[in-house]
């Protein structure tokens, strides 16, 4: 029999659905190798406001209890079920997973990693696909974003949001950030937007007409939700795209159904949940398309804050009190 130590691992476990602070770390078993699978070692784990949700049974679908939360996770290879031959012990990947990651190792099925880039770093690594595999199935396969359209994107200093500007930039529009802070606007803008706006002010739609010289926006971009999804879609172009991506202001607005038809507007959902197993094809394209990007520099995964494994409580709570720049980072071990 392995000691004890070796045999378990630490991980974030919950019992119940339950606040941020009441969720602990504990010893729990080594997770097994079963076929066609990859124990990695994690190393960093990124961390969404839709997984804050999941630990509280607040999300759509909820994960059967016990469960480990995390989804998105970067780390080394520590062994392969037979008949792997893809992966071998210390490759350094990264990986997505419906839960588990929030823990010192994971199995998971060979197909959902990826060999970490050079020069990626794990909590970069951590920071990507969720994100950036949102936005660009959104931009291309919903809203079939052209070259020099304008493009608003709320909450454009958060994970979806960092991803969106990055994109929309690579695909020729003219982006305009819209954050709450000046601190998310300059990082908004150090991102690549081409300009920022402040959606708290009461004149902000007046300000986005300017900038886009009265046309109003091709696509809006929204992880928001709430309030300011209304006043956005008031100022969206004609046969322009709203994407509703989730709802981080906590709540869920109510489109009067004359303002689409007024506006020549139209509102798309977009849920890469659904994506694998509705769209395979397009989901394996949007992804070689985003690790060529990764791979070629191209793109630079907006790594925020980073918290260490003690304290990841930390981290759900920067994203439920809408304080983080980028993506939010729990690190395992270095």
């Known amino acids: 029999m392995k000691p004890y130590l070796e045999s378990t691992m630490k991980a974030v476990v919950v019992q119940n659905y339950t606040a941020i602070d009441d969720v602990q770390l504990a010893h729990v078993p080594m ?31 909820k994960d059967p209890l016990p469960f480990i939360p995390g989804t998105e996770f970067a780390g080394e290879v520590d062994g392969v079920a037979d008949g792997v031959s893809e992966y071998s012990a210390g ?13 010192e190792y994971v199995v998971v099925p060979m197909e959902a990693l990826r060999i970490l880039p050079d020069g990626i770093s794990p909590e970069a690594g951590a920071s990507f696909r969720v994100n950036y595999l949102t936005a660009h199935y959104a931009l291309t396969e919903r809203a079939k974003l052209q070259s ?22 690579i695909f020729g529009a003219r982006v305009i950030a819209a954050a709450s802070t000046e601190e998310k606007r300059e990082f908004a803008l150090g991102l690549g937007a081409d300009a920022a706006i402040d959606y708290n002010r009461p004149n902000w739609r007046e300000e986005l007409k300017d900038l886009t010289e009265n046309r109003g926006c091709d696509v809006i971009v929204d992880p928001v939700g709430g309030a300011i999804s209304l006043e956005a879609f008031r100022s969206i172009a004609w046969n322009g795209r709203h994407l509703v991506i989730g709802f981080a202001a906590g709540n869920i607005p109510a489109l009067p159904f004359n303002l689409p038809l007024l506006k020549g507007g139209t509102l798309l959902g977009v849920d890469l949940a659904q994506v694998p197993r509705r769209e395979p094809e397009v989901y394996q394209r949007t992804l070689r398309d985003l690790f060529r990007l990764l791979g070629d520099r191209r793109l630079r995964p907006a790594v925020g ?24 980072v729990v690190r395992v071990a270095r």
Request: zero cysteines; charged letters at 20%.
């Open 91 to 103: 490759m350094q990947v990264m990986g997505m997973v419906r839960s588990g990651a929030l823990a």
């Open 305 to 328: 804050r980073i918290f260490e494994f003690e304290r990841f409580y930390d981290a759900f709570k920067t994203l439920a009190g809408r304080r983080a720049l980028g993506k939010v």
């Open 148 to 169: 020099g359209e304008q493009m608003l994107v709320l909450g454009a200093a958060g994970g979806v949001g960092t991803a969106a500007i990055q994109l929309g930039k």
């Open 31 to 61: 997770p097994e190798l079963t076929p066609g699978s990859v124990r990695v070692r994690v190393r960093a784990v990124g961390i969404g406001f839709v997984d804050g949700l999941k630990v509280q049974g607040l999300y759509q679908t």
